[in-house]
């Protein structure tokens, strides 16, 4: 399992963000209430410069102690030290494990928080999103109940298009830029 992250790891290092990451950074400080919500745990956008992001399902940069020792942070950022794999927690040396989400855990509970308290907006963009992993994939028709102006935007159709205001279809970077040049200067 630590060798294919660490390969992750490897290719994510070498990527860098694209036009849609730096479109959203570049909202995040135009707009005070933009929050950003991702499924996303490669730390690009956070790389991009965004503000305000939560990590709906955590981050490949960060690990925690397997066995919760308490000596150390209950999660750590850590680039660096996986030459050794498994790594060990500093505090206990017992195991780490990665610092994500995976399928059946739940989410953490300040990040459900900070979600349904950034529902409460007047525009919810759905960005290159599947829409088929819950409780992430009901975030948007949450908005939508709450009055929010909603939009999808992903190549392909998901579970979700028929339930928002509008569905866009096009690739992240296309839409994003697009939508960037119609809002024009700050
Ligand atoms: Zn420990």
Redesign the pocket.
């Known amino acids: 399992m630590w060798e294919w992250y660490a390969w992750r790891r490897e290719l994510i290092r070498a990527a860098r963000p694209n036009r849609a990451h730096e479109v959203l950074a570049a909202w995040s400080r135009r707009f005070p209430r933009f929050r950003l919500i991702t499924q996303n745990v490669d730390g690009l956008h956070e790389r991009a410069g965004t503000e305000n992001v939560i990590r709906f399902h955590g981050s490949l940069w960060e690990v925690s ?8 942070p209950s999660r750590w950022r850590e680039e660096g030290f996986l030459e050794e794999l498994p790594p060990r ?6 195991f ?1 494990r990665p610092g994500v989400i995976w399928f059946g855990e739940p989410i953490d509970s300040g990040v459900l928080a900070a979600s349904t308290e950034a529902l409460d907006c007047d525009v919810c963009l759905a960005v290159g999103t599947s829409a088929v992993v819950y409780p992430a994939a009901g975030l948007v028709t949450g908005a939508g109940a709450l009055g929010a102006y909603t939009a999808e935007i992903n190549p392909e159709a998901t579970p979700a298009s028929g339930g928002v205001d509008a569905a866009i279809a096009g690739r992240a970077e296309a839409v994003l830029d697009e939508l960037d040049g119609l809002l024009g200067a700050p």
């Open positions: 102690c397997r066995d919760a020792c308490g000596r150390v927690c500093t505090g206990c040396r017992g780490l």
